[in-house]
């Protein structure tokens, strides 16, 4: 199969993997309450927008048994608030990996897509890969650093795993 890049990014798991920083599970804060079970990113929309700026918005992949696209915050020590995956029925979330969001852009993207989710907006047409290479449109500023600093460049050890994207058919 092949694929065409958007804005040089192969998938959504490349733009993730890219500037993604990782995130250690912790327990749910008191006064959180859990949201909607299967409602990842409409409940870590809700929780970020009601917070007064404590949890920022993080979208990923969050894995228990197996990794899956995640939505989920994180508090000012930088520790996931997720009020999905908080159910005694579900199984929670034991390994976080994600994009900590602009509220400003996300406030945007809803506004103009009419969805809680930031990255899988097929729908939309995948807007995020539009500013995909201006990082300081889309990661919340006090991630911008780290997030530049982890991104997948030659010198970063994990960019070797990517498969090579080829341009044209042999």
Not at 27 to 56: E, M, W, Y
């Amino acid at each position: 199969i092949q694929r065409t890049p958007r804005n040089g990014f192969v998938s959504l798991g490349h733009l993730v993997l890219t500037y993604g920083i990782e995130f250690q599970y912790a327990p749910l804060p008191k006064g959180v309450r859990p949201g909607k079970r299967q409602q990842c990113f409409c409940n870590a929309t809700r929780l970020s927008d009601r917070s007064s700026n404590a949890f920022i918005y993080v979208e990923g992949y969050g894995a228990g048994v197996i990794p899956m696209m995640h939505a989920f915050c994180v508090d000012e020590q930088d520790r996931v608030v997720d009020n999905t995956w908080c159910d005694p029925h579900c199984v929670p979330g034991h390994s976080y990996f994600g994009i900590p969001f602009r509220s400003d852009f996300m406030a945007e993207m809803q506004w103009r897509t009419g969805y809680h989710g930031m990255l899988d907006q097929w729908e939309a047409g995948w807007p995020i890969f539009e500013v995909a290479h201006q990082p300081e449109k889309f990661i919340h500023p006090r991630f911008l650093d780290r997030c530049r600093k982890n991104a997948l460049t030659p010198s970063n050890p994990l960019s070797k795993t990517l498969p090579a994207v080829r341009q044209k058919r042999p």
